[in-house]
Every structure is written in C-alpha cells, then in structure tokens.
DNA sequence: CCCGCTTGTCAAAGATGCGTCACGATACGC
DNA sequence: GCGTATCGTGACGCATCTTTGACAAGCGGG
C-alpha cells in the first residue's frame, strides 16, 4: 500500500492522537486540520483518498463542511467517513443523505475505524460495490436511494428494517449469527437484547409478503437470506 | 467454536468469577492472573486468542500493561479488551490509546462482555481465515452458509448433525473415536451418553442419502469418513 | 400538545431438535 | 455355531429455540 493520503477534519487533539496512532500503523499517511474552513482547503488542495470527519466542529458543522465537499466537483469523489457522538444521530446522517460514506459513532474502537476505511477505499477502487443495487428474488435493493420493493411494487421499511435487509441481502447466502447481525445492524454500542432481532426479522418478513420466506431461519445460529436461482 | 482461550487479567475476585461464569458458558477456555507480571508472562506463555485487562491492577497499572503487550512482538497481535471502572475514563482511554482495541465499562452485563469478546475476535478472523469449502465424493460442505448439499442437491442439517459433518470432513480418512467426537462437537466436557453419537450418525446417513455409506463405522473406535476419491 | 410511527422488551405459544432408552441386528472371539 | 459386545434403529418426552402478539417508551411531525 503505497502512502494512500488520508485527511482528519477535527478539533479534538485526543482524537487526532488516536486517529493518527492507528491509521499510520495501518499504512497511511494523515493531514489534519482542526477546523472546518482549513478542512475544506486542503481537501482541494492535497485530495486525500478518504475524509475522516467529525460531527461536532465548532463554527461550522460537519454536515455543513460534507455538503460542501459533496458539491464542489473537485472533492465530490472522496469518500466521506463521519465521526458521531452519539448513535442517534445516524439515522439523520442516512435519512438526509448528506453524502457521508459512513459513520462511526464516538467512542469507537480503533481495530473497528480502520477496518471501516479499509473497506471505503477498497469499494473505491472496486468502482461500485455500494452503490450497486441488490435483487434476491423478487426483491430488489437500492442502497443509494433506500428504496426497496417485492415484485415491483415498493415496500416502505424503517431504518432498522432496512439496514437489517441490506446486510442480509449484502451476505446472501451466508449464515448471520444473531450477535453478528447486532454488532452490524445496530452498531458497535448496543446492549440490546438478541431476540429483539427476531422481531424485527419477523416485521421484515411482515412487510415482505409473499416473499418473506427468502429470509430462512437457521436453527441455533441465525438467519440467512435465500440464495438467489440462477 | 473449538475452545478459544481469553486471558483474564484481574486481581477482583468477583469479577474474575463473573467473567468466568459467562465465559464458560459461552464456550471459552479460560486462563487468569491477578497481576500484571503474571499476566504478561501469560500472555506470552500460552498465546490467547484475546486478553481482558483490568485497568485498576495493584502495583503495575493496566495501561502500563497494555503498552508492553502491544510492543512485545509475541503478543502485539493478541486484541486487548479493556475493563474500565467509570465512564469518565473512556475518554482517557481513547485519548491516550495505548492500544486497546475495545474497552467495557463496570458494572458491565455480561450480555453485552460476550457480546464484545465475539465481536472482537470475529474481527480477527473475519479477513484472514476465511472459512474454506469441504468436499469428499459427492458431499459439499460449506461453512459460512451453513449448507451442505449432496450429488448438488440441497440437504438440511441441524445444528448438531452439521458440526458433526464438518468434524468428520475436516479429518478426513482419520477415525474419530467417539469420546473425541463428543468432546469437539459438543463441546468442553459434555456429559453425555457416547451412545448418542450413534443416533446422530444415524440421522445424518439418512439424511445424505445415497452418500450415507461416505460415513464408515470402525468397530470398537468409532467413526471415519471416507477418503475422496479422484 | 397530541398523535402516530418506530423500536426494544416481554411472555406465552408453537415448533423443532436433542438425548435417552429399549430392542433388534450385526460383527467378532472362541 | 454360540455368546457377547458393539452398533443400528425407531420412538418418545423434555428442553431449547423461534415465533407471535401485545405493550410501552421515545421521537418527530402536525
């Protein structure tokens, strides 16, 4: 891995402590900028291969800071990586499409950030592996517009459904053990119980109709999604 | 899920029997410390698959310990799992990240410390050892979807019959006797009849049909599979 | 401020798998 | 060929896991 730039847009020295320990000892070279202004600068200025910015700058807020990026022509292309506070403010982030690439929420752990820039720049390269839509079926996915629908008629799901039918239909196929599908789905904070997965498989096949049995249980492991016929 | 072992480094005894309590219960082998000059000796003797560190250890602290841990090339791979006591020190933690790759904080449920401890070392194996297909005459074993088909055709398993396959399959050729298929099927110390692997050979071989004879008894030892042919 | 939607939790009901047993079949030693 | 040890088979009750429906808290929108 030849020195893929990385550019960290945020305030916090402790943070940028941490960020910078881990991402150089996974091979990347940083810049930083402790304000949004200058953030924005050196995006043009150096176009790193990924952003890592956080939520909560002062002056001007990260939203704000990645709508820009997301229209100026020059920085449109670079992958976005959010840094939240808190779990809640995801969901806004997504609904509102922002253009972030992906989230982390604060604390995070470090083995856990890197991986999820790892995974960025690999889909980069790739040239569309997340934006691509997924069809299982009669089921069809659109990850760039959250948008889902059986046999062509549109089906409206929730955050959690969503996000749950994604990674399932992202993993065809493959068994999703339970506390997998947590860690996943509900992200690196929750506590909650295993078996409100089984509610919300259960609301998702609701919503799927005639073709929630794609959605198989796995007896003792988890759920997995149909295979599609070829 | 053949007993991966998790170093414990922790001088409460309480929490030492909570973690193991769980530990146990969710399949782990278990080693202890009570102090830090143990545990480092440990860590390096007996190569765990991750260590829970306690930051509040007498003499040595545990950020202490994690730093040596991370720089010791015999376990700078071993992923650290940190016990806090308050939450104002998560900030710390991350801040000065000595290199813990996760951290929970007391009182902690131990829901979610298993939950954690699987996260973490999926992770690990999650890139590197992906899990290979098996295959012997007209079997096919594959792990990570939880399917087995025979002559092409699909063959539910359940959770039991499944290990069992994938047992003989990994050591094909070999006999297994039966103490030793309950042992790594079943798990740490089962106390179950041997006769009851019987049954389950049984289930299996009719539910692969016409591939059933790949299973050979070895009178008086146990069971084998057989080699493949080419 | 109220209302509806989303979401996590819980308990009861339902489904499935698992371990055990008894008995018949088979192999092995003599 | 006989007896004994070992293995195969089918049935059965219990335990566990999953499903289901209902409920309440939280959040946002009108």
Chains 1, 2 share one sequence.
Not at 47 to 65: R, T
């Amino acid at each position: 891995m030849a020195s893929t730039k990385i550019l960290i847009i945020d305030d916090e020295q402790d943070v940028i402590d941490l960020l910078s320990l881990h991402l150089r000892k996974a091979g990347f070279a940083l810049s930083m900028a402790t304000d949004g202004a200058t953030g924005l600068r050196m995006a043009r200025e150096e176009a790193p291969a990924l952003i890592i910015l956080d939520l909560m700058l002062p002056k001007m807020p990260g939203l704000e800071i990645c709508k820009v990026l997301k229209t100026d022509a020059a920085t449109r292309d670079i992958p976005v990586l959010m840094l939240t506070a808190k779990a809640e403010e995801i969901d806004r982030i997504v609904g509102l499409e922002f253009g972030a690439d992906d989230y982390v929420t604060k604390p995070f752990s470090p083995r856990e950030l890197v991986l999820r820039v790892n995974a960025i720049l690999r889909r980069g390269k790739g040239e569309s592996t997340e934006e691509k839509k997924l069809s299982i079926g009669p089921i069809t996915l659109d990850p760039a517009r959250h948008h889902v629908d059986v046999g062509g008629k549109p089906v409206r799901l929730t955050s959690v459904e969503f996000k749950l039918l994604s990674m399932l239909m992202r993993r065809q196929g493959r068994v999703q053990e339970r506390d997998r599908l947590l860690n996943e789905v509900w992200g690196y904070e929750s506590i909650i119980d295993t078996r409100t997965v089984d509610t919300h498989v259960r609301r998702l096949r609701k919503k799927l109709g005639k073709a929630a049995d794609a959605i198989e249980t796995v007896r003792g492991f988890g759920y997995r999604i149909r295979e599609a016929k070829r």
